[in-house]
């Protein structure tokens, strides 16, 4: 998948605990990316990075944070989990400067708040 | 709500046919039509994209049709194989601007 990392791949935690997803690229692509995916839903962004320290809000930011301390890692927090969070989470990366064109996902990351 | 609103939600073929999938938008800024195609347990991966100035764009047995001014789009695969077996989503975005929007995804099954 590109280069793409994601850990955990799979994960179970209660409602109300904090909870890190991490993605690690080796592309040295500028531009990180985190989706969840629900069904009738699609993907939609969470957050995303253009660079070391600048991250940006997407569409469903509301209970997440995120931190890019490295060009190759980009974190995502989930400071106290609900059951809402439960769902499938894809780190992107992207190799055209500017956009969000072309892609690249990595494997995704089942994420189940009980 | 959604801005990009795809259908059907699951389409069964038999091998050989031509499935088709519709993607209908509403922003009118968007300027990329990609679509991604995505296995069980993988991440999607980009199959075809296109730019309003076209009104079809090819890629082997991939094919999309655009319609600017219904704002619509839709794939097209020809002589479909169990391999193409997978979840299909389309998406629109701005140039230069990092929130693609997706479509709900249709489930494609190729029967052999």
């Known amino acids: 998948d590109a280069g793409i990392t994601q850990s955990p791949r799979h994960k179970v935690t209660e409602t109300g605990t904090p909870v890190t997803l991490r993605c690690h690229q080796t592309?040295?692509?500028?531009?990180m990316y985190w989706y969840r995916q629900d069904p009738g839903h699609g993907l939609r962004l969470i957050h995303y990075?253009?660079?070391?320290?600048?991250?940006d809000k997407g569409e469903v930011s509301d209970g997440y944070s995120v931190s890019r301390s490295k060009t190759e890692d980009f974190l995502l927090t989930l400071e106290s989990a609900t059951s809402s969070q439960t769902s499938v989470y894809f780190c992107?990366?992207?190799?055209?400067?500017?956009?969000?064109?072309?892609?690249?996902f990595g494997s995704g990351t089942q994420l189940s708040v009980l | 709500q959604q801005q990009v609103k795809q259908s059907p939600q699951s389409l069964i073929v038999q091998k050989g046919g031509i499935p088709i999938i519709n993607c209908a938008y509403e922003?009118?800024?968007?300027?990329?039509f990609p679509w991604y195609q995505q296995f069980p347990g993988k991440g999607p991966a980009l199959l075809i994209a296109?730019?309003?100035?076209?009104s079809e764009k090819k890629e082997g047995r991939f094919t999309i049709s655009f319609n600017k001014s219904a704002k619509q789009f839709s794939l097209h695969i020809m002589d479909s194989q169990p391999g193409d077996s997978a979840t299909y989503f389309c998406?629109?975005?701005?140039?230069?601007?990092?929130?693609?929007?997706f479509g709900a995804g249709t489930r494609l099954t190729v029967k052999p």
């Open positions: 998406a629109a975005s701005k140039s230069f601007n990092n929130d693609m929007r």
């Open positions: 990075s253009y660079g070391v320290k600048d991250t």
């Open positions: 592309e040295n692509h500028r531009y």
């Open positions: 296109i730019r309003p100035d076209v």
């Open positions: 992107a990366i992207s190799d055209i400067q500017g956009t969000n064109e072309k892609l690249f």
């Open positions: 922003n009118t800024a968007f300027d990329y």
